[in-house]
């Protein structure tokens, strides 16, 4: 069973850092693209950041772009985001998310994290 399970979040203040981490086994790892997306209750899960299989190609969202960084490592099967100078705006529920690099249908979502960003 493949699960991928993200850990990292919590409450940070406006301006702050966290880390969050994804591990994910039972599967190949190093053919699989990884993202992270968040979700905030009513509104629709959206793309945070993704980086490809060999790690050659990543992906930010106007939003987050040179505030946050995606990395993997294919020896451990994690996915890290850095995420820097947080503001109220990022507050979500973060998900790790798996796809295979040709075959898309082959994906799997984490149950996700929280990060509240609050004074």
């Known amino acids: 069973q493949v699960q991928p399970v993200e850990s990292g979040g919590g409450l940070v203040q406006p301006g702050g850092s966290l880390r969050l981490s994804c591990v994910a086994s039972?599967?190949?790892?190093?053919?699989?693209?990884m993202s992270w997306y968040r979700q905030t209750p009513g509104k629709e899960r959206e793309l945070v950041a993704a980086i490809s299989f060999a790690a050659n190609s990543t992906n930010y969202a106007d939003s987050v772009k040179g505030r946050f960084t995606i990395s993997r490592d294919n020896a451990k099967n994690t996915v890290a985001l850095q995420m820097n100078s947080l503001n109220s705006e990022d507050t979500a529920e973060y998900y790790c998310?798996?796809?295979?690099?040709?075959?898309?249908?082959?994906?799997?979502w984490g149950r996700g994290t929280q990060v509240t960003v609050s004074s």
């Open positions: 998310h798996v796809r295979h690099f040709m075959y898309y249908s082959v994906e799997y």
């Open positions: 039972g599967f190949v790892f190093s053919v699989y693209d």
